[in-house]
T-cell receptor
Framework: KAGVTQTPRYLIKTRGQQVTLSCSPISGHRSVSWYQQTPGQGLQFLFEYFSETQRNKGNFPGRFSGRQFSNSRSEMNVSTLELGDSALYLC?????????????FGSGTRLTVV | AQKITQTQPGMFVQEKEAVTLDCTYDTSDPSYGLFWYKQPSSGEMIFLIYQGSYDQQNATEGRYSLNFQKARKSANLVISASQLGDSAMYFCAMRDSGGSQGNLIFGKGTKLSVKP
């Protein structure tokens, strides 16, 4: 079966712009979470959605937002991009929440802010 | 607060040998889950193995086994018969507790290099 699909794989944006990243979970999975990975901070939790509702949110500024659609696909948006937002953004899905056996991750979107 | 510590930034192992990657954790919750993920240079996080806090036996998945020592709060990953394709970053993670929260807390990772 198809895995977690993230688009686009690579993205270059300019400071001050906004960006939208997309994640399609494994079919049947209703929980989608987003993580930011940087060399300095490592992997940090952004937010989690389950059945179109945000269940949990990490410690990120309000410029980071997300949503989930009725088909469980999720998008995350970052407004007013800063250089420090350059990172690998990973999406993960699971059947339930909290995930009893962990998440299945996508390949990520690598965002570069110049 | 919950925390995952991986003290080995990098490790080398000879092909076909076994290697142990260390992970210690800190939590006051009696119910928790521990995970190991592999991240090759492509970026995707690949699930390797899971250990629940109430599991009586150490988890095993093929060449991967988890050496779970609850009293010492350690969950070391053992890879047997290393292969060149095992070269990657390895992350230990814990499922955050606290009611409905389901996010994972990750360690800083260990970069494993397998030498031919």
């Amino acid at each position: 079966k198809a895995g977690v699909t993230q688009t686009p794989r690579y993205l270059i944006k300019t400071r001050g712009q906004q960006v939208t990243l997309s994640c399609s979970p494994i079919s049947g999975h209703r929980s989608v979470s987003w993580y930011q990975q940087t060399p300095g901070q490592g992997l940090q939790f952004l937010f989690e959605y389950f059945s179109e509702t945000q269940r949990n949110k990490g410690n990120f500024p309000g410029r980071f937002s997300g949503r989930q659609f009725s088909n469980s696909r999720s998008e995350m948006n970052v407004s007013t991009l800063e250089l420090g937002d350059s990172a690998l953004y990973l999406c993960a899905s699971s059947l339930d929440t909290p995930p009893l056996n962990g998440y299945t991750f996508g390949s990520g979107t690598r965002l570069t802010v110049v | 607060a919950q925390k995952i510590t991986q003290t080995q930034p990098g490790m080398f192992v000879q092909e076909k040998e076994a290697v142990t990657l260390d992970c210690t954790y800190d939590t006051s919750d009696p119910s928790y889950g521990l995970f190991w993920y592999k991240q090759p240079s492509s970026g995707e996080m690949i699930f390797l193995i899971y250990q629940g806090s109430y599991d009586q036996q150490n988890a095993t998945e093929g060449r991967y086994s988890l050496n779970f020592q609850k009293a010492r709060k350690s969950a070391n990953l053992v890879i047997s018969a290393s292969q060149l394709g095992d070269s990657a970053m390895y992350f230990c993670a814990m499922r955050d507790s606290g009611g409905s929260q389901g996010n994972l807390i990750f360690g800083k990772g260990t970069k494993l290099s397998v030498k031919p």
